[in-house]
């Protein structure tokens, strides 16, 4: 009897379960890097920790470089461009509520981190587009999600 190869997308997971990419390779990168980042975020509450906290420092990173003189062009870049590598996301419903909500947690998670060092939080109005009530379900939806456009352009 001949079994059939098993398809790239069935062997990526278990390789990656092994041998988990560094989350750094991850960032910013639209499917399957995207992909593989929200999915190990799903692997358990130890490993969302670790996505939504890497992405948490990510951002706070930019905001360190983020001032009114430069438009607050770093943050807003770094939110932006992962913004966008989540639109690559499959159409599951279930993966990207998931992305989502790992997302959301790491921008919280940079903003109170740049509040316990003692520093000015990001600016609000850089972020509160992903979180509109209406922004998650157009998300989740496989609907585009428009960020404003940057003050200049």
Do not use: C
Request: aromatic share 12%; net charge negative; proline share 11%.
């Amino acid at each position: 009897m001949n079994v059939p190869a098993m398809p790239e997308e069935l062997r990526m997971w278990p390789q990656t379960l092994l041998n988990p990419p560094n989350l750094h390779q991850l960032w910013h990168t639209a499917m399957p890097g995207s992909e593989i980042l929200f999915e190990m975020a799903r692997w358990g509450p130890a490993m969302n920790q670790r996505v939504y906290t890497f992405i948490g420092n990510q951002l706070d990173d930019a905001w360190k470089k983020s001032t009114l003189i430069n438009a607050y062009a770093p943050y807003q870049e770094a939110v932006t461009v992962q913004w966008k590598a989540l639109e690559t996301l499959p159409a599951d419903p279930e993966m990207r509520q998931a992305a989502y909500d790992v997302f959301t947690t790491g921008i919280a998670y940079g903003i109170e981190r740049a509040k316990a060092e003692g520093r000015e939080p990001p600016k609000e109005f850089l972020y509160v587009w992903i979180a509109q009530p209406d922004a998650m379900q157009k998300f989740v939806d496989g609907r585009q999600v428009t960020p404003p456009t940057p003050p200049g352009n």
